[in-house]
């Protein structure tokens, strides 16, 4: 199985600030990539897929970069409403399979 | 616009079997992957299975022969079965489309205890 290493496991920000999580997976993972925001309670949410495709829907100010083996994803003038946590998934390969996850929470 | 819902028990025994149904609106099941994933305390995700367009099955290995899925094209509904479960099992369970999960439905979570 491909292993995605997610990090920060947690990020404090305030509004308006940009931060960026990063996914490396074990090996070249061919741009399959999708990030997803999840609210407590509720499903995951895709934002991004194919690393920088941004889902219908999705702001403007949410984005995603990579190649290879390492890729981000960038929220760039954060809002309450995406205080969540987010998560990569890569699925290049079976099985399909995610990052552990990154909690945003307010500064 | 489409829709996945699941349902089924929240809690079962130990060594006993896990269904589940996932209920699709706004889009047939004859087309794309459907397919199951869960989450565990602690926010580690899991995929589980699909089932494809055709009725073909994949399986992540972990699970080995513990896990079926199925389907009724009629109902536009596929199922989860998972035998012989543990504590270990306890977990909020998703239904979803694609290998890449576009869509999911809201979540179901099932806890394994006696």
């Known amino acids: 199985d491909i292993q995605m290493t997610q990090s920060p496991p947690s990020l404090s920000a305030s509004l308006g600030d940009k931060v960026t999580i990063t996914c490396q997976a074990s090996?070249?993972?061919?741009?399959?990539i999708a990030w997803y925001q999840q609210k407590p309670g509720k499903a995951p949410r895709q934002l991004i897929r194919y690393t920088s495709t941004l889902v219908s829907g999705t702001p403007s100010r949410f984005s995603g970069s990579g190649s290879g083996r390492d890729y981000s994803f960038s929220i760039s003038n954060v809002e309450s409403e995406d205080i969540a946590s987010y998560y990569c998934?890569?699925?290049?390969?079976?099985?399909?399979?995610f990052g552990g996850g990154t909690k945003l929470e307010l500064k | 616009e489409v829709q996945l819902q699941e349902s089924g028990p929240g809690l079962v025994k130990p060594s006993q079997s896990l269904s589940l149904t996932c209920s699709v609106t706004?889009?047939?099941?004859?087309?794309?992957?459907w397919g199951w994933i869960r989450k565990f305390p602690g926010n580690k995700m899991e995929w589980m299975g699909y089932?494809?367009?055709?009725?073909?099955?994949s399986y992540n290995p972990s699970l080995k022969s513990r896990i079926s899925i199925t389907r009724d094209t009629s109902k536009n509904q596929f199922f989860l079965q998972l035998n012989s479960v543990t504590t270990e099992d306890t977990a909020t369970y998703y239904c979803?489309?694609?290998?890449?999960?576009?869509?999911w439905g809201q979540g179901v979570m099932v806890t394994v205890s006696s």
């Open positions: 998934l890569q699925y290049d390969n079976l099985p399909p399979t």
């Open positions: 979803a489309r694609n290998n890449y999960f576009d869509y």
């Open positions: 706004g889009y047939s099941i004859t087309s794309n992957y």
């Open positions: 089932i494809s367009y055709s009725g073909s099955t």
């Open positions: 090996q070249n993972i061919n741009k399959y």
